[in-house]
């Protein structure tokens, strides 16, 4: 009787093997290879967007991301929307809100209205096919702001 006692659990105990094999096997292929195969093809396919659209100075160095929004609170500076997309990360504005940002960015930097005008019509979104749907991206705005009048923004950048 001693003896079918531990047959059933060496039998019991053998039974677990394969189901701890399958769960390795499935954690090494799901947790490790197939993240690191995705990654390697976007980074050959797709390493702006893959890295994370990463915006940057005309001197290479990284400022931000043109997918999420950035905090600009200086007056000198087009700012994004206040917590209007549901995230707050909303890296757009739209043409009507940046607009309206013109004359206090005109009367805190000396730069002519008309010039931030063009700026920003310089910077429309072409997905917008419609005038209320046409969006800015806030980043780029005030990238272009540091890049053409770096005297106005000077140590701001």
Known sequence: METTKQDDREKRSGDYRPVVGIAIISL????????????????????????????????????GSNNIAQNFTLP???????????SGLDPDITVQDAFSQIPRISNATGIPAASLQQIV???INPEGRF??????????????LVADYPSSYAGQG
């Not at 947790?31 to 702006?48: D, K, N, R, S």
């Not at 000198?76 to 549901?86: D, G, L």
């Open 76 to 86: 000198i500076f087009f700012q994004p929307r206040a917590n209007v997309s549901a």
């Open 121 to 123: 019509d310089q910077n």
């Open 131 to 144: 005038v209320e749907l046409q969006y800015v991206n806030v980043l780029s705005l005030n990238l272009q």
């Open 28 to 63: 090494l292929v799901c947790g490790l290879f197939f993240p690191l195969l995705i990654t390697g093809v976007a980074q050959v396919l797709f390493p702006y967007q893959a890295n994370g659209s990463l915006a940057r100075l005309p001197d290479g160095q990284a400022v």
